[in-house]
């Protein structure tokens, strides 16, 4: 039977959520009894902290269940101005911030807002998910610009003259980044910044890990470029990770008046507030402790050693060591090629299936990120499990020839 209705081009031309599948595949073996270790996962493996809790349950108790202000309740867009200047030491205006349903849901109002059909956004790649298809449902053309695990998946400055056009208009930095865990040197921020103000291209930073990295010193950003850059710049930010809030769904942007006062229209007529009690919550969050992230990144710290560590003791195995977020992404190419059983392994996809049908382990394929030779690891989990999954891959790679 043929479906009566047609569905829009727009649909059509994207795929859903490539690692929330996995997930989702992942869960439903477990719940049918398989014992399956779960390294897709994109969310802390922390509970929300008990304070920022109950604030969310006080605000239902204070009756904080009623529409807010598009934008956010101007509490928490001045809680996020206040935290932007105590961090970083950028002035922003409460006007100038927009509260939004999860930081994912931020990224695509900035594209509604910015991207006009035949625009091109510049993504360097590996990239997370979810940038792609929201260039497309925006109309817009993402434009991948490659990355080297050589470099460190650093930004050679070099080539970024060869991907811009005359129909640039954007372009995106996310360091740390998911999924290599990679950061984008003060030198590649300085060659994007400066050809931004050259061309006059919007700069979208999504600065979603910008709490959980693994320096000394302190991370590099593109508004310490030059402070001209503020004008032509949004800053995409949110509690989901920093503070293990994923489920509550609070994200927020800070940009240009005209661009965040566009971001609120296009709010107003589609989700209008984001949840009045989650927004509670997340000035609970913003304004108490702030020490949450540094104990995060603590526990990871050994987590990461170790899954770098024994991934490189793999023969044929590289893994660039992750400088900020809770991903590995090893390079596993050397193995495509190699049968188990009549079938054979042909790229990121077939080993990551290979991986869960074998081993029991669930990761994500590198294609889903652009990047084929690579698989993706969450270390958001405990370290026996860690342990554990990386024997299972160790005997699974040991059986094909
Ligand atoms: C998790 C994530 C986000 C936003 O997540 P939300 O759950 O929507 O707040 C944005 N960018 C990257 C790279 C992420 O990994």
Redesign the pocket.
């Known amino acids: 039977m043929s479906d009566i209705i047609s569905l829009a081009s727009r649909v059509t031309q994207i795929a859903p959520s490539p690692t929330l599948a996995v997930n989702a595949k992942a869960k439903a073996l477990k719940a049918a009894g398989e014992d399956i270790l779960n390294f897709s996962v994109?969310e802390p493996d922390f509970d929300t902290p008990l304070h920022i809790c109950e604030a969310g349950k006080k605000a239902i108790d204070d009756g904080h269940t009623r529409y807010t202000a598009v934008p956010g309740i101007p509490e928490l867009r001045e809680a996020v101005a206040n935290r932007f200047r105590e961090d970083h030491g950028w002035e922003y205006s409460p006007e100038q911030i927009q509260v939004c349903c999860?930081?994912?849901?931020g990224?695509y109002n900035i594209f509604q807002a910015v991207i006009d059909p035949g625009d091109e956004v510049l993504i360097p790649a590996p990239y997370?998910v979810s940038y792609p298809p929201m260039v497309q449902l925006a109309g817009g053309t993402p434009v991948i610009v490659p990355l080297d695990e050589k470099d460190d998946f650093d930004l050679n400055p070099d080539i970024l003259a060869d991907y811009a056009t005359d129909r640039t208009k954007a372009i995106l930095v996310?360091s740390p980044s998911?999924p290599t865990g990679s950061l984008l040197s003060a030198s590649a921020l300085e060659a994007i910044g400066r050809m931004a103000l050259e061309k006059g291209w919007l700069v979208i930073t999504?600065d979603?890990?910008d709490t959980i990295t693994y320096l000394d010193g302190d991370l590099p950003h593109i508004l310490d470029v030059d402070s001209r850059l503020k004008d032509q710049t949004v800053v995409l930010n949110?509690v989901?990770?920093s503070f293990a809030m994923?489920g509550w769904r609070i994200?927020y942007s800070a940009g240009p008046d005209h661009i965040i006062k566009a971001m609120n229209k296009i709010q107003s007529q589609s989700t209008s507030n984001p949840s009045a009690p989650a927004q509670y919550a997340a000035l609970a969050a913003l304004t108490g402790p702030q020490d949450f992230p540094a104990t995060m990144q603590e526990a990871f710290v050994p987590r990461r050693d170790f899954f770098v560590q024994d991934l490189r003791s793999i023969k044929g195995v590289s893994c660039v060591n992750p400088k900020g977020a809770f991903y590995v992404f090893p390079n596993f190419s050397s193995y495509y090629g190699k049968s188990f059983q009549g079938k054979t392994i042909t790229d990121s996809v077939s080993l990551s299936d290979y991986f869960l049908d074998q081993a029991k382990v669930a990761s994500v394929p590198g294609i889903a990120f652009g990047a084929d030779d690579f698989i993706r690891f969450s270390f958001a989990t405990s370290m026996e499990i860690i342990q554990e999954g990386m024997q299972r891959i160790r005997d699974a790679l040991a059986q094909l020839s």
């Open positions: 994109g999860g930081g994912k849901h990224l997370w996310n998911n999504d979603i890990y949110g989901s990770k994923t994200g």
